[in-house]
């Protein structure tokens, strides 16, 4: 579902942008163009499931580029019911243009986040 824009799903990102200065934004677009905007810079998209529940996946996507350092970092909860039908909207959270030495304090920064919610 995230790594191709050729996917058949309808789906659509709701996401909340994480900023440095613990700056946020809200943005909606479609999956399909979010993979093609990353893949226009030149970013490996790789995914793994965090978590395989009763109704709904958690994963997390790391958006690499490799040329200017950085990463995006996507975490999302896919209900099944989303899969089966092939549209909808997924939920997510995402930190942008990570340096790549600074992954570790990412971690920590959701550690944190999570614990106070």
């Known amino acids: 579902m995230f790594l191709s824009e050729a996917t058949p799903c309808d789906v659509s990102l ?3 942008v994480r900023q440095y200065g613990f700056k946020r934004d809200e943005l909606k677009l479609p999956l399909k163009q979010w993979i093609a905007y990353n893949r226009s810079k030149q970013c490996d998209i790789y995914v793994g499931v965090e978590n395989i529940g009763i109704d709904k996946l958690k994963v997390c996507v790391f958006v690499v580029n490799e040329h200017f350092k950085y990463n995006h970092v996507l975490n999302a909860e896919i209900p099944y019911t989303l ?7 997924v939920e997510a959270d995402i930190t942008i243009f990570i340096p790549t ?3 570790k304090a990412l971690f920590e920064e959701l550690n944190l986040t999570k614990k106070t919610r």
């Open 14 to 16: 709701k996401l909340t």
């Open 101 to 103: 030495h600074n992954l």
């Open 83 to 89: 899969l089966g039908e092939k549209k909808g909207d």
